[in-house]
């Protein structure tokens, strides 16, 4: 098994993971209510996916 003759630094460690980067989630509008939301999800806010209902909400 190999293994490293040196100590990695701490620069050099950084300088490789400076590509491990999070994104922000991808957010479309929903065509009902116009809220936004998660692609291919249903809208939290109308319940509605597709253009079909699938969440039942709770009228106050």
Same mark, same amino acid.
């Given at each position: 098994? =190999? ?5 990695? +630094?701490? +620069?050099? =460690? ?13 957010? +479309?509008?929903?065509? !009902?209510?116009? !809220? =936004?939301?998660?692609?291919?999800? =249903?809208?939290?806010?109308?319940? +509605? ?12």
């Amino acid at each position: 098994m =190999a293994v490293p003759k040196h100590k990695t +630094s701490k +620069s050099v =460690a950084k300088k490789r993971r400076t590509h491990y980067k999070t994104e922000a989630p991808n957010v +479309s509008v929903c065509p !009902e209510c116009g !809220e =936004a939301k998660m692609m291919h999800q =249903a809208c939290p806010g109308c319940g +509605s996916y597709k253009g079909r209902n699938v969440l039942a909400k709770d009228e106050e």
